[in-house]
Every structure is written in C-alpha cells, then in structure tokens.
Nanobody
Framework: QLQLVESGGGLVQPGGSLRLSCVAS????????VGWFRQAPGKEREGVSC??????????YDADSVKGRFTISRDNAKNTVYLQMNSLKPEDTAVYCC?????????WGQGTQVTVSS
C-alpha cells in the first residue's frame, strides 16, 4: 500500500517561493504518475502539475494558471516528487495534495496548506 506525505507548505508573501515535497513509502514511486492538486475554500479541486512515471517518458504537464511559475520534478532515489513554486500569488492559496496513480489505482496524501499573503 502506497502512502504519501506532503510537506513544505506555509505562509509566504506574494512573489515568494516554496518547495513542496511528496514523500512515498510502501512502494517505489517511480512506477507511478504523480500529480499535485490544490483546493481553495469554496472552490473545486484543481490539477496543478503532473509528472509521468519513470518507466514511461517522465514527461510533465502544468496547468495554464501555473505555467512558467511552478515546476514538478522527481527524485527516485528519495522516493519523492517535488513542486517548486515561484512568483507565488494570493490566488495560489490552497491546500495542496499529491496523488499517485498506477494500474488504475490512485492514492492521495493528506495535503499541506499554502497561504500567500502580505
């Protein structure tokens, strides 16, 4: 059973940066496609960034709202996927969760709060 734990959230001023980590245990993460999602109060969950499994092409996808500001990456040796977030805006405020999928089975982490405010 794959378990995912996110960390790295917090309070940051507009224009600042944060790096979120999604650490996996119970299985190797490299076979999973991993995505970062976010949900702000009163809004639906939104897909932010995604990285394909290392056994495919490892390609990445970013939502238009974060393109050029957020970067998803993975470190298979650490069984971790990262989300580097730069030039943060107040509208990026949300709970960020990572999710991993393989063979039609999806796992979710608990999430980490990101608040962008002056």
């Amino acid at each position: 059973q794959l378990q995912l734990v996110e960390s790295g959230g917090g309070l940051v001023q507009p224009g600042g940066s944060l790096r979120l980590s999604c650490v996996a245990s119970g299985s190797t993460l490299d076979i999973y496609t991993v995505g970062w999602f976010r949900q702000a109060p009163g809004k639906e969950r939104e897909g932010v960034s995604c990285i394909s499994s290392s056994i495919t092409d490892g390609s990445t996808y970013d939502a238009d709202s974060v393109k050029g500001r957020f970067t998803i990456s993975r470190d298979n040796a650490k069984n971790t996927v990262y989300l580097q977030m730069n030039s943060l805006k107040p509208e990026d405020t949300a709970v960020y969760c990572c999710s991993a999928i393989h063979s039609q089975t999806r796992f979710w982490g608990q999430g980490t709060q990101v608040t962008v405010s002056s």
